[in-house]
């Protein structure tokens, strides 16, 4: 069984960076498109971003567009969000989540499409 471990996350000012990790044990993780959810406090939780199997393709969320980078090194069964330009409004506990699919293209951003969950990391951005 896919499991799937979180961390990186961590207090940061506003402006700052993290970069966020999820090792993947017990399958190969490139049969999976990657996604990384957060969520708030009182709120669902959401798709920030999400990778192809290859790579190759990315999504991001509107909110994280320009300021957050997804990718992943399937050598290492790992995979990165890279978060700069953090806001205040990013602060959260972030997940990532994997989709087992035969399409190298595909990318998932939805919760409940979502097959295997890790336990999840606080992030929080303040000063």
């Known amino acids: 069984q896919l499991q799937l471990v979180e961390s990186g996350g961590g207090l940061v000012q506003p402006g700052g960076s993290l970069r966020l990790s999820c090792a993947a044990s017990g399958f190969t993780l490139d049969y999976y498109t990657i996604g990384w959810f957060r969520q708030a406090p009182g709120k669902e939780r959401e798709g920030v971003s999400c990778?192809?199997?290859?790579?190759?393709?990315?999504h991001y969320a509107d909110s994280v567009k320009g300021r957050f980078t997804m990718s992943r090194d399937n050598a290492k069964n790992t995979v990165y969000l890279q978060m700069n330009s953090l806001k205040p409004e990013d602060t959260a506990v972030y997940y990532c989540?994997?989709?087992?699919?035969?399409?190298?293209?595909?990318?998932?951003?939805?919760?409940?499409?979502?097959?295997?969950w890790g336990q999840g990391t606080q992030v929080t951005v303040s000063s």
């Open positions: 989540g994997a989709v087992a699919t035969t399409v190298w293209t595909m990318c998932v951003m939805t919760p409940f499409l979502v097959d295997s």
């Open positions: 990778i192809s199997r290859s790579g190759s393709n990315t």
